[in-house]
């Protein structure tokens, strides 16, 4: 079983539309989770942290639920620009971050 | 302030063959980690350095091996080169080694094995 699965997509919205997707992980003892963007061959930038009580970064919205072992996303009022590779990461140890595959999502105008 | 620099951008080898990879972390930030995507995958972890000792190893074999030096900047050897070895090699740096800090990642190197 891989340590983090996410839906691949692709996820095709109009602009202005909410799009949400999940991922699962596998190892129960995982410490910190993040959400990385992925434009097009270029290097994963950090979207967001997601914390226990979830949180919101302005049109981004982050959930956490440890017992399900699932983390979510929303985007709200999407912009063409959002469109990109979205990756779940995992920290389960000190020094290791597991990706998962990535949720593709495009935005059409 | 300049983010973690890696060089170079590209290069294309020949299976058999050594290649070196090299990253600069933020400027105050101790920890290096390596990670190849390979097409349509996520990153895989292959090394983290932090204070110029390995601190965790991926699912890599052994031709694959890393240091760091006194100023943070790391390299990444790779030895007897295959085809799957073609991959974007991403470099990826934190304050520290620690848990709770996120890691900021590098441009990448594009390695081409023919």
């Known amino acids: 079983r891989k340590e983090v699965e996410q839906d691949p997509g692709p996820f095709n919205v109009p602009e202005g539309a909410t799009v949400a997707f999940n991922c699962t992980y596998s190892n129960s003892a995982s410490q910190s989770f993040f959400w990385y963007r992925q434009d097009c061959r270029k290097e994963p930038k950090l979207l967001m942290s997601?914390?226990?009580s979830g949180n919101e970064d302005g049109r981004f919205t982050a959930q956490l639920n440890r017992a399900s072992q699932y983390i979510s996303l929303l985007i709200r009022d999407s912009k063409l620009s959002d469109s990109a590779t979205y990756l779940c990461v995992v920290r389960a140890n000190d020094y290791k971050l597991s990706f998962g595959a990535g949720t593709t999502v495009t935005v059409r105008a | 302030d300049a983010g973690v620099t890696q060089s170079p951008t590209h290069l294309i080898k020949t299976r058999g063959q050594h290649v070196t990879l090299r990253c600069s972390p933020i400027s105050g930030h101790k920890s290096v980690s390596w990670y190849q995507q390979v097409l349509g995958q996520g990153p895989q972890f292959i090394f983290q350095?932090?204070?110029?000792?390995?601190?965790g190893r991926g699912n890599f074999p052994d031709r694959f091996s890393a240091r760091q030096f006194p100023n943070y900047s790391s390299e990444l050897n790779v030895n007897a080169l295959l085809l799957g070895d073609s991959a974007l090699y991403l470099c990826?740096?934190?304050?520290?080694?620690?848990?709770?800090?996120?890691?900021?990642f590098g441009p990448g190197t594009r390695l081409t094995v023919t």
């Open positions: 997601v914390y226990s």
């Open positions: 990826a740096s934190s304050p520290s080694g620690q848990g709770t800090y996120e890691q900021y």
């Open positions: 350095y932090y204070e110029k000792e390995e601190r």
